[in-house]
Nanobody, 125 residues
Framework: QVQLVESGGGLVQAGGSLRLSCAAS????????MEWFRQAPGKEREFVAG????????SYADSVKGRFTISRDNAKNTVYLQMNSLKPEDTAVYYC??????????????????WGQGTQVTVSS
């Protein structure tokens, strides 16, 4: 069973930065696109960013473009989300996710099979 473990969340003031990491195991990492979603209280889980399997293709939600950067290290089976210029509205639980092997980026949460346990990000004003 694919295992995804997030780390790096926490409390930060508005304008600050955080770097999330997601360590993947029990999969051939380079065969999977990797993505980040987030879910705020009372809201649906939403796509934040994704990176393709083995090329530098990335995709971002409009709300985070220019502030967040997703990257992956296939040698370490790890995907990262660098979050800069954080805003209070970025407060949410952030989830690492993997769509099915060899698929492209998927922005619909309900069809993604693999999820981490989530890490809380809280941005104070």
């Amino acid at each position: 069973q694919v295992q995804l473990v997030e780390s790096g969340g926490g409390l930060v003031q508005a304008g600050g930065s955080l770097r999330l990491s997601c360590a993947a195991s029990r999969l051939t990492f380079s065969s999977y696109a990797m993505e980040w979603f987030r879910q705020a209280p009372g809201k649906e889980r939403e796509f934040v960013a994704g990176v393709a399997r083995s090329d530098p293709t990335t995709s971002y939600a409009d709300s985070v473009k220019g502030r967040f950067t997703i990257s992956r290290d296939n040698a370490k089976n790890t995907v990262y989300l660098q979050m800069n210029s954080l805003k209070p509205e970025d407060t949410a639980v952030y989830y690492c996710a993997a769509p099915r092997a060899y698929s492209g980026l998927v922005t619909t949460a309900r069809i993604i099979p693999y999820w981490g346990q989530g890490t809380q990000v809280t941005v104070s004003s």
